[in-house]
């Protein structure tokens, strides 16, 4: 390795002129995952290798490929476990798509008709809306490769890929609606093709309440449908409501529900309680556990992975012998206190902020959103017993803003100040963890940005 890629000589900003990162974008990966790890100069600012940026290179190439974050930086240990240089992998190598299942034998195909060239002629149709070009598409893959690999490395990583152009700012809301619309369609013609289930137990399938996302869930029950399991898919959004007359008459052996966000892992706990007490083995997933593992241990059921094949693993071995669910951590009374006292002081923090001078050059529907984003996250951290899990939420959001309205943080760190302060007038002493969490958060932005400057 030459010595000039290891010699520290790139600020930040050089950085993120190489990269197109944005620099809220490199702290949360160093603090999150330790790549890249840069030196320090002894006033505090950062300063990178060439090999630090073809670090960073690398991970942007795998979360085109369709791989999150967290699993790109898991592939990058996996190859250096293993001896192999990432950076300079051996020719024979394949890139690793996230959710990857074991494939069957495709058939032979034509020089252009890779799973790669399908999947940008497909994401190129979605993008311009044209669907009789998008359905040519998808049954060519379906007509040359097996249903797990059209799904696994062209559906998933192509809908990752346009769900991360949303939230760069580059791709419309309604270019992801019609894209996954077209994607959910195929996958639920698919289960209705289906031969009836050959293998004894029934799984229901569906997510928690305010949850809208439903491909995973929907591979996922396609997946079991096709390896001859009993599945009944429920969908999006399953209300709580008459839910134990449902499981007294569908008698499910296994109950499997997905959340993608922190408000709804924060009602799937709350389901999969009713679900412990009336006995019925229940396993969870999705991209909120992958972004939060710690989450898992807050669930009352079984976790089924970061990766699809690792969930159909785990299926079939909770219908073949089940297993006890594992002890997981109760809310505690501090915690149950906090909720409450929040839930009925809520109304007169947001009503403060209205009135909060610092606020004003924020807009009317931002701070609508902000309120009601904000507020449903503080009631899912402290459903869940840690107030900790906001702060990737944050992190995200701040990301989202500063794509779409050219947010400043400046800004989020105004509006977190005008809550503390709202906060502080309107919570009493069971509030204490949510001030103390507004004090530790502003603090730690302030110290970002000094170090920064």
Same mark, same amino acid.
């Given at each position: ?5 290891? *010699? ?12 197109? /990162? ?40 795998? @979360? ?13 240990? $996996? ?14 190598? $394949? ?18 008709? *890779? ?9 190129? =149709? ?24 059209? &799904? /696994?490395?062209?559906? @998933? ?49 569906? &997510? ?7 491909? #995973? ?45 922190? &408000? ?13 007490? @009336? ?8 991209? #909120? ?5 710690? +989450? ?6 079984h976790f089924l992975g970061q990766e699809l094949r690792q969930a159909l693993q785990a299926v079939e071995k909770l219908m073949e012998?089940? @297993? ?11 915690? =149950? ?23 004003? *050059? ?20 402290? *459903? ?12 995200? +959001? ?13 800004? +989020?760190?105004?509006?977190?100040? =005008? ?35």
């Amino acid at each position: 390795m030459h010595q000039a890629k290891e *010699t520290p000589i790139y600020n930040l900003k050089a950085v993120v002129q190489e990269t197109g /990162l944005k620099p809220d974008t490199l702290r949360a990966w160093e603090r999150r995952y330790g790549l890249p790890s840069p030196q320090r100069t002894p006033s505090g600012h950062r300063l990178y290798t060439q090999r630090d940026i073809d670090i960073l290179k690398w991970l942007m190439e795998r @979360q085109e490929e369709g791989l999150t974050i967290s699993r790109a930086v898991a592939l990058w240990h $996996e190859l250096e476990k293993e001896g192999e240089d990432p950076l300079h992998p051996r020719p024979a190598q $394949e890139p690793m798509v996230e959710l990857a299942g074991e494939p069957t034998v495709p058939g032979p195909v034509a020089p252009h008709d *890779t799973l790669h060239e399908l999947r940008e002629r497909w994401l190129a =149709a979605c993008l311009a809306f044209d669907e009789q070009r998008s359905e040519q598409v998808l049954t060519q893959a379906f007509a040359l490769f097996p249903v797990e690999t059209v &799904c /696994l490395e062209l559906l @998933q990583p192509a809908l990752a890929a346009i769900g991360q152009g949303w939230y760069r700012g580059e791709v419309s809301v309604q270019q992801e609606h019609f894209a996954s619309a077209l994607a959910i369609r195929r996958l639920e013609a698919l289960l209705a093709a289906t031969p009836p289930p050959v293998r004894s137990g029934r799984i229901l399938v569906g &997510c928690p309440p305010d949850e809208a996302h439903t491909f #995973i869930p929907l591979l996922l029950s396609l997946f079991l449908r096709r390896r001859g399991w009993d599945v009944i898919y429920l969908g999006a959004d399953i209300p709580e409501a008459r839910l134990e007359e449902t499981l007294k008459s569908a008698r499910p052996t296994l109950t499997i529900l997905t959340a993608q966000q922190l &408000c709804t892992a924060a009602s799937l706990a709350t389901m999969a309680q009713l679900l412990y007490h @009336q006995r019925i083995p229940m396993a969870f997933g999705g991209l #909120i556990f992958n972004r939060l593992p710690a +989450l898992a241990s807050r669930i009352a059921g079984h976790f089924l992975g970061q990766e699809l094949r690792q969930a159909l693993q785990a299926v079939e071995k909770l219908m073949e012998a089940p @297993q006890p669910v594992a002890a997981h951590q109760p809310v505690t009374p501090e915690y =149950a206190a906090a909720l409450a006292h929040f839930q009925e002081r809520r109304a007169r923090i947001e009503a403060a902020l209205w009135e909060a001078p610092r606020l004003k *050059t924020l807009g009317r529907t931002l701070l609508l959103q902000g309120n009601e984003s904000f507020g449903r996250d503080i009631e899912a951290a402290l *459903t869940l017993g840690d107030i900790r899990y906001l702060k990737p939420n944050l992190e995200w +959001l701040q990301g989202l803003w500063h794509a779409h309205i050219q947010m400043p943080l400046s800004l +989020l760190q105004e509006y977190l100040r =005008a809550y503390l302060e709202a906060a502080q007038r309107h919570l009493d002493e069971p509030g204490q963890p949510i001030l103390s969490w507004l004090h530790e958060v502003i603090a730690a932005f302030e110290t970002e940005q000094t170090q920064e400057e």
